[in-house]
């Protein structure tokens, strides 16, 4: 297929026909994927800016939508991504240092923590479904008008709040499913012995990716759950 | 093999494999880039269709033609289509993808799987679009203002920003293609500054692509959102801000401009050079050029919303910054100007389409100033000035660089020249029938018609009339290259490695090149646009009066 | 020009001569570019076509030649950008004393209400020689009112007021449009603006049915509304007291003071709880729904006439948004 007469070295199937060695093949596709994680900033960055801008503007709407989200299944969420992170890293590692049977316990550790995550995930969109908390028809925070006496709150401004709520938390979570679906393709491959300690860049890069969904979720914590947790006069 | 329509004897990428399944899953960057030129010219011409009818509708002033629901669907259409379905694949897809390995040295660009799915999912945003214009079409205008896009417009809104926004990625992916294989796949010896200034043009480009396309499908998906789920994000009666969607939307859609321009202008590069046989005049200027362009593109948005409600002082920095990014543009112009200078200047129809470039980009680059004006702007925003503006740098600029690049590397794509004579023709009909069509435009703009107008005030017609007049003759010049190079795909001369006798990498392999680019990894050792070593093709050469 | 073929819009304000001496200058300016780069071009071209035996000397460049065609072309970006913002300051800043004009903008017309309480769709009269600003919004979408003769332009949209003055010079009828998409008839979404000799003017106000000037209106409205229960013009009120609040400086609750523009104004009557002044409590009932843009302007003419001093806050109309 190629006829250059490049240096022949010893190269596993995994290197591609268009790059002149592994090494060039593993810098390509860190610079991709790092390239790609900051179009991955922009896209959310575009949603941040908005919520900056509605926040200072309607900042009691803001308080009083982030105290009705359940700050235990937030923190405990976020304590599953930073576990999720952690056997990321590890994993790896483990590529690094050819542990077939330790990647693939912590590639599926971390398909668990992402299953988690998400699964708690849907527990907070149904209690905002049950809440009427989510915007459309039936979006109702009468409740809420009920249990902050001491604020004013617009409805119409609230609904902005669980709108960008609903948007960011949303995408957050689509990502969180890509990242799965791609984690489970690595275990599979993991599996087969594909990854060595001069091949895992799939891993690694799947593991930037996975750390970069993770930040994203250490950013919206706080913006989305924590406006305003001050005991109440 | 001989009596196929596009072969040589050589083994090349074009006859190294047969059928419709080594085209629709092929990775070879060339293949791909083919792939979209036939796309794009698809597009180009429903987006062409859409422009006659405007063209029509706009001789009189009544609306007489069509319905006037009918005529904001052609003006969106025209203006989506064009922009995402033709001008930012145009160049990048087509000549990028082919030229861009074998300008750096390599086999391909970083990830050739990549590419074939951002030609997919442009097929499929295609596809979809299609299916908005045939069930209804949008009427928002290409810019999808809120409310109306969210909350008034009783078309395929949600459609067209699904498209839109899957478009994007493929404009992504291919940006990231780019900027990866120039980091990473350059052939030893090709260094940054032996770079053909194509590439650092196509570098730029992708940077914007990367970081500003992103932006965009976030503003489109909250559009559709609203429109699905009945968000008030951009809703006023509830608290939201139609302000802010303008902020988003421009602050990727004038980088987009940039996206359309820049590549237009790497061609340029190359074809003065080629026609001039000398190196471009000041070439790390022209290089860091394209990359201030890139960043002080993405400091102006705001200069689409002078007259939109946003405050004295942002009006005022933005205005100012809109200055400082005309700045290297007209560095650019005369650096290729002065590239003439002494030069050995042959008219063969690259060139042609080049100095219609620089006339028509330099007029449209002028007109910018005037907008970029704040005292000027307030009168001619939204009216016909702003769009003889960008017809001047998108159809004038960024087309005839497209169609000037496409004569130009024809023989490497395709292994055939074109007929010449033909290709001075169109370029002439092009140039004439252009400013026909948009020169009007700036005078009925200063008047005081506005833009998206289905009727107008009679007074207007004798300059309409010229405007429709002009536009059939370029239609003319668009249709003839379409009939030529379909032509010379059977019928044209063989063309051999480097007819143009032009300095840069992809001339050093066969026309067309074989599947992986080159016989022999290249090693660079000289500088680029090294004409003093390469003669000129002697047929070119008209013997001393 | 031809009558029926002009080249070039009238010029029917006080800026827009200023408006089109910048213009002329920057055509001039673009020109001389052109025919520069143009002559240029066709010299080179035919000075050093291909010729048998004569090669092109290859010159790398010249740093000086960059950065003098950088720095002068900057320079005289400058210039403009200057010249264009001090026409921008001036246009965006309407004079003390200047009639008012409330616009409302609808899909597909343009309602007009003159201070006196004259009313008019798609027209618009005024008087030779006087300031006249325009207090505009949407009832629906984004528009935009566009007077080419005066060369004046402002985006009118939902939710917030902008404005726009101008003082016509020349009496006459002239075009105006709506210069923002706005959907089906946007391009039937025009009218004319009919400049009159002042006494012509007078007598125009003077005949045809009015019910009242606009603030008058705005007075019954707010008794109607109820507001004058809380609004009470002493300190007894549960609300503040309005007369004198237009144009100056209020402190909200949350530390913040702003100024009381007429977009501060339709804010508290459309949504109360946002912005509250300091030292009052956050009861007072939200009136969206409740009020058309009519009759929110009323209000606002009203709550401005309670001033002591002969105008309103000049430009107060702040456009908030960077």
């Known amino acids: 297929m190629s006829n250059s007469p490049i240096a022949v070295e010893e190269h596993g199937p995994e290197l591609l026909h268009h790059f002149v060695d592994a090494e060039q093949q593993r810098d390509a596709a860190t610079l991709g994927m790092w390239l790609f994680l900051a179009t991955e900033i922009m896209f959310f960055g575009?949603?941040?800016?908005?919520?900056?801008?509605?926040?200072?503007?309607?900042?009691?709407?803001?308080?009083?939508?982030?105290?009705?989200?359940?700050?235990?299944?937030?923190?405990?969420?976020?304590?599953?991504?930073?576990?999720s992170s952690l056997t990321v890293a590890l994993g790896v590692r483990a590529a690094q240092m050819g542990k077939r049977n330790l990647l693939v316990i912590l590639l599926l550790l971390t398909i668990v923590f992402g299953f988690a995550f998400l699964g708690i995930k849907g527990v907070e969109w149904y209690d905002k479904y049950k809440e009427h908390h989510i915007p459309g028809p039936s979006f109702n925070v009468d409740d809420l008008v009920r249990d902050y006496p001491q604020v004013h709150i617009d409805p119409r401004h609230e609904q902005i709040y669980f709108s960008l709520y609903f948007a960011m938390t949303g995408l957050h979570a689509l990502h969180m499913i890509i990242g799965i679906g791609f984690f489970i393709f690595l275990t599979y491959y993991a599996l087969k012995g594909r990854y060595t300690p001069k091949y895992y860049t799939p891993v690694e890069m799947g593991g930037l990716y996975w750390h970069f969904v993770d930040i994203v979720w250490i950013y919206l914590f706080p913006l989305l759950y924590l406006i305003d947790r001050k005991p109440l006069r | 093999m001989a009596t196929a329509a596009i072969t040589t004897e050589r083994d090349n990428y074009l006859n190294h494999e047969y059928g419709i399944r080594s085209w629709l899953l092929t990775t070879d960057h060339k293949r791909i880039a083919l792939l979209y030129l036939a796309s794009i010219t698809f597009f180009f011409f429903v987006g062409g269709f859409f422009a006659l009818l405007i063209r029509l509708e706009l001789l009189t002033p009544a609306g007489d033609l069509v319905l006037a629901d009918t005529y904001n669907k052609l003006f969106t259409m025209h203006g989506q289509v064009m922009i995402f379905f033709f001008l930012i694949p145009s160049i990048p897809a087509v000549l990028g993808n082919f030229l861009v390995p074998l300008m750096v040295g390599a086999k391909d660009l970083a990830f050739p799987r990549i590419?074939?799915?951002?030609?997919?999912?442009?097929?499929?945003?295609?596809?979809?679009?299609?299916?908005?214009?045939?069930?209804?079409?949008?009427?928002?205008?290409?810019?999808?203002?809120?409310?109306?896009?969210?909350?008034?417009?009783?078309?395929?809104?949600?459609?067209?920003?699904?498209?839109?926004?899957?478009?994007?990625?493929?404009?992504?992916?291919?940006?990231?293609?780019?900027?990866?294989?120039?980091?990473?796949?350059?052939?030893?010896?090709?260094?940054?500054?032996?770079?053909?200034?194509?590439?650092?043009?196509?570098?730029?480009?992708?940077?914007?692509?990367?970081?500003?396309?992103?932006?965009?499908?976030?503003?489109?998906?909250?559009?559709?959102?609203?429109?699905?789920?009945?968000?008030?994000?951009?809703?006023?009666?509830?608290?939201?801000?139609?302000?802010?969607?303008?902020?988003?939307?421009?602050?990727?859609?004038?980088?987009?401009?940039?996206?359309?321009?820049?590549?237009?202008?790497?061609?340029?590069?190359?074809?003065?050079?080629?026609?001039?046989?000398?190196?471009?005049?000041?070439?790390?200027?022209?290089?860091?050029?394209?990359?201030?362009?890139?960043?002080?593109?993405?400091?102006?948005?705001?200069?689409?919303?002078?007259?939109?409600?946003?405050?004295?002082?942002?009006?005022?920095?933005?205005?100012?910054?809109?200055?400082?990014?005309?700045?290297?543009?007209?560095?650019?112009?005369?650096?290729?100007?002065?590239?003439?200078?002494?030069?050995?200047?042959?008219?063969?129809?690259?060139?042609?389409?080049?100095?219609?470039?620089?006339?028509?980009?330099?007029?449209?680059?002028?007109?910018?100033?005037?907008?970029?004006?704040?005292?000027?702007?307030?009168?001619?925003?939204?009216?016909?000035?702003?769009?003889?503006?960008?017809?001047?740098?998108?159809?004038?600029?960024?087309?005839?660089?497209?169609?000037?690049?496409?004569?130009?590397?024809?023989?490497?794509?395709s292994g055939r020249m074109y007929p010449e004579g033909w290709g001075r023709l169109a370029a002439l009909l092009v140039f004439v029938g252009f400013n026909l069509t948009f020169f009007p435009q700036f005078i009925l703009g200063y008047m005081g018609m506005p833009r998206r107008y289905w009727q107008y005030p009679p007074e207007f017609q004798v300059l309409n009339v010229l405007s429709t007049a002009g536009s059939t003759i370029l239609a003319v010049g668009y249709v003839l290259p379409m009939i030529y190079f379909l032509w010379s795909m059977r019928y044209g001369k063989l063309a051999d490695d480097n007819p143009w006798g032009a300095a840069g990498l992809e001339w050093k392999t066969s026309s067309p090149p074989p599947t992986f680019n080159f016989d022999e990894e290249p090693v660079v050792t000289w500088e680029a646009y090294n004409y003093e070593e390469i003669p000129a093709p002697l047929a070119e050469v008209p013997v001393e009066q | 020009m031809f009558d029926n073929f002009p080249l070039w819009p009238i010029r029917a304000s006080a800026g827009a001569g200023n408006i089109d001496a910048l213009y002329i200058f920057l055509v001039a300016l673009s020109a001389l570019m052109c025919v520069a780069i143009f002559a240029m071009i066709v010299v080179f071209a035919t000075m050093y076509r291909r010729r048998r035996g004569v090669e092109a000397e290859q010159i790398e460049g010249s740093s000086a030649l960059e950065i003098t065609w950088s720095i002068i072309p900057l320079g005289i970006f400058m210039i403009i950008f200057l010249w264009g913002a001090v026409i921008y300051f001036h246009e965006r800043t309407p004079p003390r004393g200047a009639a008012e004009v409330y616009v409302v903008a609808k899909q597909w017309m343009w309602k007009l209400e003159h201070e006196e309480g004259q009313r008019e769709i798609n027209e618009l009269h005024v008087p030779v020689g006087r300031d006249v600003k325009l207090i505009m919004t949407s009832q629906d979408v984004i528009h935009s009112f566009y007077i080419p003769a005066f060369r004046i332009k402002q985006d009118v949209l939902p939710g917030r007021y902008t404005t726009a003055w101008f003082r016509a010079t020349k009496p006459g009828t002239y075009h105006l449009f709506c210069s923002q998409y706005c959907g089906t008839m946007h391009s039937g979404m025009i009218g004319q603006v009919v400049v009159m000799e002042p006494a012509q003017y007078q007598a125009w106000l003077a005949g045809g049915t009015t019910t009242g000037s606009l603030a008058a209106s705005g007075d019954s409205l707010f008794q109607q509304l109820g507001c004058s229960t809380c609004h009470r013009s002493d300190t007894q009120g549960r609300g503040p007291n309005l007369v004198g609040i237009f144009g100056r400086p209020v402190h909200l609750e949350d530390g913040r003071t702003v100024i009381a523009d007429e977009n501060y104004i339709r804010q508290c009557i459309l949504s109360p709880g946002t912005n509250v002044p300091s030292g009052f409590k956050p009861i007072m009932p939200v009136f969206q729904g409740l009020v058309g843009e009519e009759q929110l302007t009323a209000l606002v003419a009203y709550i401005k006439s309670l001033n002591p001093s002969p105008s309103g806050a000049a430009s107060g109309t702040g456009t908030q948004n960077p």
């Open chain 1, 46 to 83: 575009g949603m941040f800016c908005a919520y900056l801008i509605y926040r200072v503007w309607y900042y009691n709407e803001f308080a009083v939508g982030s105290r009705s989200l359940d700050i235990w299944l937030g923190t405990i969420n976020t304590a599953v991504l930073i576990c």
């Open chain 2, 115 to 413: 590419n074939l799915l951002s030609w997919y999912l442009y097929i499929i945003a295609g596809v979809i679009y299609v299916i908005c214009i045939v069930t209804g079409g949008v009427d928002t205008g290409w810019t999808f203002y809120t409310p109306f896009s969210t909350a008034f417009s009783n078309t395929k809104v949600i459609e067209a920003g699904i498209a839109i926004f899957i478009v994007g990625f493929s404009s992504i992916l291919t940006g990231l293609n780019f900027v990866v294989t120039i980091h990473r796949m350059r052939a030893p010896g090709m260094t940054w500054s032996r770079l053909p200034l194509f590439i650092w043009a196509m570098y730029a480009t992708s940077i914007i692509q990367l970081l500003g396309t992103p932006v965009l499908a976030i503003t489109l998906l909250l559009v559709v959102f609203e429109r699905a789920f009945n968000l008030g994000i951009f809703d006023p009666t509830r608290g939201g801000d139609p302000l802010l969607f303008q902020h988003l939307f421009w602050f990727y859609s004038h980088p987009a401009v940039y996206i359309m321009i820049l590549p237009a202008m790497a061609v340029e590069s190359e074809v003065v050079a080629c026609f001039t046989r000398k190196r471009i005049f000041g070439y790390n200027f022209v290089a860091m050029s394209s990359i201030a362009i890139a960043v002080f593109g993405f400091l102006v948005w705001a200069h689409h919303m002078f007259v939109a409600g946003i405050s004295l002082y942002s009006a005022l920095v933005f205005s100012i910054l809109s200055y400082l990014v005309a700045v290297p543009s007209a560095i650019k112009v005369f650096n290729w100007t002065a590239t003439m200078y002494k030069g050995s200047i042959s008219f063969d129809t690259p060139m042609l389409y080049a100095f219609g470039f620089i006339g028509l980009f330099t007029m449209g680059g002028l007109t910018g100033l005037f907008l970029a004006c704040l005292g000027i702007d307030v009168h001619v925003h939204d009216t016909y000035f702003v769009i003889a503006h960008f017809h001047y740098i998108m159809v004038g600029g960024a087309v005839m660089g497209y169609l000037g690049g496409m004569h130009f590397w024809w023989p490497k794509i």
